[in-house]
């Protein structure tokens, strides 16, 4: 995860909205804009069905218009289409739905107990867990960590904000806990051992995981403000704010639901 964030701090300091590096972001000639994301267009259109580009379409656009506003998003919108579209893409190649469902055919409950599904569950969840990992590093590392802590500025709709954030965050972290514990509890196991035995133990670990999940995921409060709420409102910047914080909201709500969707 810190490679993956790394490679996007430093796609974020090549072209960026700051006034420090806007000049960088204006050397790139437009056509190699286009062209750069035409080919990755072309990349996950290879993975995608066209409803599902749109629908990624329209959840980086609310994204992209929820951060900066609607002069500035479009002012710059090829770095977070780009960034997104290579992150999304990265994911899915992880993780194709087609695999799981090929296992699922003629799926009997014979097949529950039989331990040559095992190989096939390990190795799933491992690519789910890389995928949580990349959607993580995206979501809640550099530089969105500093976009999603940023919504603490938004005074107007905080309250609906923080209880979103602490959901994300909730799910992810809960999906982590799951997934590394089964993972680490099938590798150390000894062998043989029943399928029964392992659905069962492993019941018992996610069981055990929900309030470790929930006290990480509670942590996020200290990052938002719920102060001012009603107060704030009024002014026409609050207004702004909110409007962009919905929008925002929006379009990450729409892309963590077309990636989970592609589990």
């Known amino acids: 995860m810190g490679i993956i964030s790394s490679i996007v701090h430093e796609l974020y300091n090549f072209i960026n909205v700051d006034k420090k590096i806007t000049r960088n972001a204006a050397r ?33 656009s609310s994204i992209t218009i929820g951060i900066h506003g609607l002069n500035r998003a479009f002012f710059q919108p090829f770095f977070f289409l780009l960034l997104f579209s290579l992150m999304s893409s990265g994911a899915l190649m992880l993780v194709r739905i087609d695999e799981f469902m090929a296992v699922l055919h003629d ?11 095992v190989g096939f569950l390990v190795n799933f969840n491992i690519r789910v867990l ?39 965050r909730y799910i992810f972290v809960l999906a982590e806990e799951f997934l590394a514990v089964s993972i680490a509890k099938e590798l150390r196991a000894p062998a043989p051992r029943s399928m029964k035995e392992r659905f ?26 719920l102060r001012g709420t009603i ?24 892309l963590i639901v077309f990636l989970v969707s592609m589990i």
């Open 28 to 60: 790139v000639h437009p056509s190699l804009k286009i062209i750069i994301l035409g080919l990755t267009n072309v990349l996950i259109s290879q993975f995608l069905s066209s409803l599902d580009l749109i629908v990624l379409v329209i959840a980086l």
């Open 107 to 117: 799926f009997s409950i014979d097949d529950l107990f039989n331990n040559n599904i």
């Open 130 to 168: 890389t995928m949580l990992w990349v959607t993580r590093a995206f979501l809640f590392s550099t530089p969105m960590v500093d976009f999603l802590h940023g919504l603490r500025s938004i005074k107007a709709p905080s309250i609906i904000v923080n209880l979103i954030a602490m959901t994300y």
């Open 200 to 225: 069962d133990e492993l019941s018992v670990i996610y069981a055990s995981t929900f309030n470790r999940a929930l006290r990480r995921s509670m942590t996020v409060q200290t990052a938002i403000s």
């Open 231 to 254: 107060e704030q409102f009024a002014t026409r910047s609050s207004r702004i704010n909110a409007a962009k914080s919905i929008i925002f909201v929006f379009g990450a709500t729409s």
